[in-house]
């Protein structure tokens, strides 16, 4: 921790020591502590999890503040923080990016309070642009939010026929296309098949990939509680999603599909058999991830039946005068967007992840 953070945080101890409330910043040793309250809290998700400063700092190199506040030794509440300073996209501290939610999971106010001060604090003494929440619901209903994204997540029933029929009559037929097909579903170990899938549908869609190395470390990191999904067609590699579980949810989370995909209607049976397997495991909820208005992935999740909730970003802003708009509906990225999906999509998996990794 830098001499900075330290001094802030000493501040922040030091005030709270009449409640023997304290904040820390996380550990190695500490993970397992920290995880026992993040599967407790809820508040709480699965973006709240220690592995995700494994995952971010070695896969992106960004310097990460994951707090926690204790109180007689326990945890009260978490704050996972990611500090990404990049000359195109800005200077950030987001809780958390390269997530859907993020933002203070907490048990108590006190630890509310203490954690959303040491965010505050820091984010003024990094003099960042903007502090960014992901929340679920309203924190702090002063500040700027962006109502760009929602989420959809629906209850799986528990026999398997219920949630065939539940889905509605024209998504159906395609699931019912792909089982026609004579597609297969199976479950790898290796990131391999799935990062082809995967990288060839975000070319397409003129975004850049992510890095092999940050599925590896997703899949290393958090073993089955992620995992890969992939969809063949008489042995060739289809489509593939990667799914973390947590609690009682399915989250399927980065998923595509090889040319051969939309022919084939092989996205719309990996989601159900994703559903099915998720059904006979016991899962109770899908969590379909989170689109932006007006989009395709949008009218995809609806036309399962699934019913959009509003995310609550929120923003503090610093340096800025205004809150980042860093996504491809902005109309500055439609050249870019363009040029690249003209690109090769060897040379693309080489320069996307040197992109992306600051987008967050």
Not at 89 to 110: Q, T
Not at 226 to 254: A, H, Q, W
Not at 302 to 319: A, C, I, S
Request: hydrophobic letters at 35%; a positive charge.
């Amino acid at each position: 921790m830098s001499s900075t953070t330290d001094a802030f945080q000493d501040r922040v101890i030091h005030s709270s020591q009449v409640t023997e409330l304290s904040i820390h910043q996380l550990q190695p040793k500490d993970a397992t502590k920290w995880d026992e309250f993040v599967l407790k809290c809820p508040e709480a998700t699965f973006f709240h999890r220690a592995g995700w400063e494994v995952v971010i700092n070695q896969a992106f190199g960004h310097k990460t503040y994951f707090f926690y506040a204790e109180l007689n030794g326990q945890i009260h509440g978490v704050l996972p923080l990611v500090e990404i300073n990049s000359y195109l996209f800005g200077h950030s501290l987001s809780s958390l990016p390269f997530c859907v939610y993020g933002g203070i999971a907490a048990n108590s106010e006190s630890a509310r309070t203490a954690l959303d001060q040491v965010a505050q604090t820091l984010a003024t003494n990094l003099r960042v642009d903007y502090l960014e929440y992901r929340n679920l619901r309203t924190q702090h209903s002063s500040w700027p939010t962006k109502d760009l994204y929602v989420t959809f997540r629906k209850e799986i029933f528990p026999e398997i026929a219920q949630n065939m029929q539940a889905i509605p009559r024209k998504q159906r037929a395609m699931v019912r296309k792909g089982i026609k097909f004579g597609l297969q579903s199976e479950i790898d170990q290796n990131t391999e098949r799935f990062f082809a899938a995967y990288s060839a549908s975000v070319h397409r869609l003129g975004t850049p990939v992510f890095s092999k190395k940050y599925f590896h470390l997703l899949k290393k990191t958090f073993l089955d509680d992620c995992e890969l999904l992939i969809i063949t067609k008489d042995g060739r590699t289809i489509s593939g999603v990667m799914n973390f579980y947590f609690r009682d949810e399915v989250l399927p989370y980065y998923g595509g599909g090889t040319s051969e995909a939309r022919n084939l209607a092989s996205n719309d049976f990996m989601y159900w058999e994703l559903m099915r397997r998720a059904c006979e495991r016991g899962y109770k909820i899908f969590d379909f991830g989170r689109s932006k208005h007006n989009t395709g992935s949008f009218d995809f999740k609806k036309n399962w039946g699934f019913e959009p909730q509003q995310l609550h970003y929120e923003y503090q802003l610093h340096q800025a005068k205004v809150i980042p708009e860093h996504n491809p509906l902005n109309p500055k990225y439609k050249l870019f967007i363009k040029a690249w999906q003209k690109m090769p999509l060897t040379l693309a998996n080489i320069i996307g992840p040197h992109i992306v990794k600051n987008l967050g």
